[in-house]
T-cell receptor
Framework: AQKITQTQPGMFVQEKEAVTLDCTYD???????LFWYKQPSSGEMIFLIY??????QNATEGRYSLNFQKARKSANLVISASQLGDSAMYFC???????????FGAGTRLAVHP | NAGVMQNPRHLVRRRGQEARLRCSPM?????VYWYRQLPEEGLKFMVY????????ESGMPKERFSAEFPKEGPSILRIQQVVRGDSAAYFC?????????????FGSGTRLTVV
């Protein structure tokens, strides 16, 4: 079974609009962490946002927010006011309690149109 | 405050040759992780190391691949007798002993092309 599922291979959004990138996860651990990374065409991995399983508030970092629905095991990334520079691959990842490695989803390619 | 340094950025090898990929973790980070990214795919965990110890190698192919993180010097991912299917981007990440909320710092990756 897939641990991290990103069901949207590609997404389009108009500049200045908001977009939601979906991520669902599968774990039986009570303690885990969820991450989102951005990978632009240059290839580097850029950390965006983190949500701990015990965090009561949804994480926010500037224009990025994480819509964390624990019961549904979803951790969707919301990008507000999209910019052309947001065009990239976006990866959701999970770290399960007791393990330090990250498990990545297949990614969503976001294209922001002017 | 140098981040995670990987070299080379690009590496071309002929089939059957050896590939050595290097990773210097961020200052203060004692844990190193190697991931592989095939074209148009997500990153796949390969191995997790601490100084002089392999902690988790559950993602490493059983043959031809090895990794080390010596007491002194960078971590090395070694691929012997490379084949075309080894062509991929190889990322190294590092973390403190207890990964904090920022988690892991990634290097820029090494793009290996096997011809």
């Amino acid at each position: 079974a897939q641990k991290i599922t990103q069901t949207q291979p590609g997404m389009f959004v108009q500049e200045k609009e908001a977009v939601t990138l979906d991520c669902t996860y599968d774990t039986s651990d009570q303690s885990y962490g969820l991450f989102w990374y951005k990978q632009p065409s240059s290839g580097e991995m850029i950390f965006l946002i983190y949500q701990g399983s015990y965090d009561e508030q949804n994480a926010t970092e500037g224009r990025y927010s994480l819509n964390f629905q624990k019961a549904r095991k979803s951790a969707n990334l919301v990008i507000s006011a999209s910019q052309l520079g947001d065009s990239a691959m976006y990866f959701c990842a999970m770290r399960e309690g007791g393990y330090n490695k990250l498990i990545f989803g297949a990614g969503t390619r976001l294209a922001v149109h002017p | 405050n140098a981040g995670v340094m990987q070299n080379p950025r690009h590496l071309v090898r002929r089939r059957g040759q050896e590939a050595r990929l290097r990773c210097s973790p961020m200052k203060g980070h004692s844990h190193v992780y190697w991931y592989r990214q095939l074209p148009e795919e997500g990153l796949k965990f390969m191995v997790y190391l601490q100084k002089e110890n392999i902690i988790d190698e559950s993602g490493m192919p059983k043959e031809r691949f090895s990794a080390e993180f010596p007491k002194e010097g960078p971590s090395i991912l070694r691929i012997q007798q490379v084949v075309r299917g080894d062509s991929a981007a190889y990322f190294c990440a590092s973390s403190p002993y207890e990964p904090d909320r920022a988690g892991y710092t990634f290097g820029s990756g090494t793009r290996l092309t096997v011809v």
